[in-house]
């Protein structure tokens, strides 16, 4: 979120969180402490940026 702002990103937000390794072997082998998910995010660059 930092980083598309520093890039002159406007209206930054995630839209969407997801568990995209549920029932599967990755949720399995990585840490609990990890719980990699997903996002979506929106953000828009204005033409003059």
């Known amino acids: ?3 598309l702002r520093e890039l ?3 209206d930054v ?3 969407e ?3 995209c390794f ?3 072997q990755v ?3 990585v840490s609990p ?3 990699p998910h997903g996002v979506n995010v929106f953000a828009r660059r204005p033409a003059s940026a």
Do not use: H, Q, S, Y
Request: proline residues 0%; aromatic residues 10%; without cysteine.
């Open 33 to 35: 402490e990890v719980a």
């Open 22 to 24: 549920r029932d599967t």
């Open 13 to 15: 937000a995630i839209r």
């Open 8 to 10: 002159r990103f406007k």
């Open 27 to 29: 949720a399995e082998r």
């Open 17 to 19: 969180r997801f568990d």
């Open 1 to 3: 979120m930092g980083l």
